[in-house]
């Protein structure tokens, strides 16, 4: 998992270039804790705004800057969160994290020109695979920022406690409550390249409206969730069962545009799928796989969440 680079580390020089080294830890932080590229960039620039709104005496007084910054983003983040989860509440349909590319999707585009994106700065490891950010969504702002960045970012709870505002006892319970729930929730996943197969397998399936072979590569308790926002057709609750998952894909192509082709690609670090309409991404689908089936898929649709996957 990710580690900590430099917060609370020594005395660094308070400069233009060292208090901009801290943006892509700042990003790695704020969007695990945001599970929102779009909402850690905003989260992220507050930070180095109330950074910039200080006098030079006032930011020479601070021991280490980097501290400081990480300090102020979990404190943003987590403010945050009280409020998306009133937000999400009147969200169209379900809520999904916002799928991130791998790092070849991110640097080049399918016509070749370099994209530059917040997700160029995001490391990509277990901590933002989408199963771990979905059980995320269902943690308390507190357990969340506790977990983030105890478990994932390696602070103490002392330095959790300052930062939440509690007491490292208490935010010692938040970080074991949110282990809880990762682990009731998660099934071990299977190696990369099981999953990478499997994947290719249910495109073929579903590209041939093969419903046998569908329903044997879905888990009989699989469930699909698709997050449209509003913005693009999608259903609005979760489809449960791994033959109505089935039959429902199959019924999803038969009205699918002929110009839409699938491409693998990586997805918050794992095998996935992309849906192009005429060269352009309609649709990005994670997966969960556990043992040879297929637990749960992802398919996110609204377009403000696929920044990262359109070209310029």
Known sequence: MSTRSGPGHGRPDPGLS??????????N????LLGSLAEAEDAVQETYARWYAMSRQQQDAIESPGAWLTKVASRICLDLLGSARARRERYVGEWIPEPLPGP???????????????????????SVNMAFLVVLESMTPAERVAFILHDVFRYSFAEVAEITGRTPAACRQLASA?????????APAAPAAQQASIIRDFTQAWEAKDIPALIGLLDPDATAIADGGGLASAELRPIEGG????????????????NVTFLERTVNGQPGLVAQRDGVTVTVYAFA????????????????????????
């Open 18 to 27: 060292t208090i901009m080294s801290e943006r892509r830890q700042l990003i």
């Open 29 to 32: 932080l704020a969007y695990r």
């Open 104 to 126: 070849a999707e991110w640097i080049t585009g399918p016509s070749g020109s370099a994209t530059v994106d917040p997700a160029d700065r995001v490391t990509l490891d277990e």
């Open 178 to 186: 949110a282990r809880r729930r990762i682990r009731a929730s998660q």
């Open 243 to 258: 033959e109505r998952i089935a039959r429902y894909l199959v019924d999803l192509a038969g009205r699918a545009a002929s």
């Open 289 to 312: 796989v556990a043992g040879d089936r297929i637990k749960h898929i992802w398919a996110i649709r609204n377009p403000d969440k696929l920044r990262p996957w359109t070209t310029g």
